[in-house]
């Protein structure tokens, strides 16, 4: 296993200097899931949450989120990002398993450092931005299983999570 990059010698932390690495197309993608009530599921489908289009404001803020990561995490580097995209898939209740929506967020950007807090970090805020706007109704949603999905480019080439 490497070891951590954000500490020096002595043991204090610092921001990675990656200027002498070469700008390379890099791609994060991310994902996590927010469960709720199948009521829950149903009223952000009709689009009749009382503070509006779920799915739609949730979108912006993680493009938002993605593109302040380094704003939020201190040693990031701040990114000229060529891509964000956020997708979402529901998933209605059975026996086995709650009503959910999945997120997926994709960040690309051609630079010498990569994508994936900004593709982690525009999952999160996206599910927290569907908890805030669906509280009201459902204060027992949870999000569960963000993590990493993929990432591609720079010298350590790709990672897909198996997982």
Do not use: W
Not at 15 to 36: L, N, S
Not at 121 to 127: E, H, K, R, S
């Amino acid at each position: 296993m490497n070891a951590l990059t954000h500490f020096d010698a002595q043991g204090q932390a610092h921001m990675v200097d990656v200027a002498g690495k070469a700008a390379t197309h890099r791609i994060g993608i991310a994902g996590g899931r927010i469960e709720m009530l199948p009521s829950t599921l149903a009223i952000i489908e009709a689009g009749t949450a009382k503070k509006g289009d779920v799915l739609g404001i949730a979108r912006i803020a993680g493009i938002m989120a993605a593109k302040k990561t380094s704003e939020l995490i201190p040693l990031c580097h701040p990114l000229a990002l060529t891509r964000v995209a956020i997708d979402f898939e529901t998933d209605q209740a059975d026996e086995t398993r709650a009503s959910s929506i999945f997120c997926t967020a994709t960040v690309e950007t051609v630079g010498a450092t990569g994508v994936e807090m900004e593709a982690l970090t525009a999952v999160q805020v996206a599910l927290l931005t569907i908890y805030d706007m669906c509280k009201a109704v459902d204060r027992g949603m949870v999000m569960t299983g963000i993590k990493l999905l993929e990432k591609h480019g720079g010298k350590s080439g790709s990672f897909v999570n198996g997982t």
